[in-house]
């Protein structure tokens, strides 16, 4: 077992901080293709030949606020994701975590090429792979930020096995299948907003993604809240979350795929897109730290009848 000891408040702090903030890149981000401002600064890392940093705030109107917001907002969650780095490396004897923080390091490092890159060879391809490791990273993110809460301290797996409230195995898959599930919906929904094409197979994943969702939060909500130290809150937070995402695609598809989308106001189209993109993006950190904490709470080799009889099984 763990010892509690080794809880950081300040890495859990910058850990959330960093989430944070890449939550809202990722917003600004989505207004940034929204408003189809990707290309509004057409060098890179200059802003029309001025240093990033220096560039003057009376030049910033219309998409080049968008755009060039986007651009220092990014330079923040590098600076953070560096100072998150450091303070894993500082405060946390677990290697794994070490690792994480690197890829994390990495991830951001290769966010801010794909972004560049984008913008000097005018390559949608780059716009796609840039928002879906967007997603990606803001879920290790909120992963790390986990790992380094109290709460992943506080095991209670073994109070679990007293009270005889174990989940199956079967919770333990259907959570990742259910994470992996929204990811490759998130895929799909970046390549629709950035060519127009495989709606069919986003509208699929929608359906398959709502399926699971209703199941996995059936299962979790008919168990008991407090002997499996998961609680129900997150798997409502999901139902939730699923429902405010199919109103805003049902909105989405009316605003951008019809001819009745003619008649919205672009303030009110990009308002529906871009909290859709952001919804999403909930959708996958909640479902991922949901199943994080399934897998830390419960252990795969212990069994009903084993929780029943008394026998303790630890890490």
Request: some cysteine.
């Amino acid at each position: 077992m763990e010892n509690r000891a080794n809880y950081s408040p300040w890495l859990h702090r910058i850990a959330r901080l960093t989430a944070g903030a890449t939550f809202l890149l990722i917003v600004i981000g989505g207004i940034v293709t929204s408003t189809d401002s990707g290309l509004a600064v057409p060098d890179w890392p200059t802003t029309f030949g001025y240093n990033m940093f220096l560039y003057p705030l009376s030049e910033m109107v219309g998409g080049i606020l968008y755009e060039h917001s986007h651009r220092l907002m990014g330079s923040l969650v590098g600076i953070l994701t560096i100072a998150l780095f450091v303070l894993i490396l500082a405060k946390d004897s677990r290697k794994w975590l070490k690792w994480l923080g690197l890829a994390a390091l990495i991830a951001v490092i290769v966010q801010g090429v794909l972004g560049g890159l984008r913008v000097t060879q005018i390559n949608r391809n780059f716009a796609i792979v840039h928002a879906c490791l967007a997603q990606a990273f803001f879920a290790l993110l909120c992963g790390i930020a986990w790992f380094a809460s109290q709460d992943w301290w506080q095991h209670k797996t073994e109070t679990a096995i007293r009270r005889g409230e174990v989940p199956s195995p079967v919770l333990r898959r259907l959570s990742l299948i259910t994470t992996c599930l929204i990811y490759m919906q998130l895929i799909f929904g970046a390549i629709l907003r950035h060519t127009g094409s495989r709606l069919d197979a986003h509208l699929i994943f929608a359906f398959l993604v709502a399926l699971h969702i209703f199941l996995l939060a059936r299962r979790m909500l008919a168990m008991d809240s407090e002997s499996d130290g998961i609680g129900q809150s997150m798997p409502l937070l999901l139902l939730g979350l699923l429902v405010v995402q199919l109103m805003l695609g049902t909105g989405a598809f009316f605003a951008k795929l019809t001819a009745f989308g003619e008649t919205f106001a672009a303030a009110l189209t990009v308002t529906i897109t871009t909290a859709h993109v952001a919804v999403g993006a909930l959708m996958l950190v909640s479902s991922f730290v949901l199943t994080l904490k399934i897998y830390r709470f419960t252990d795969a080799s212990v069994t009903i009848e084993t929780a029943a009889s008394g026998t303790l099984v630890t890490e």
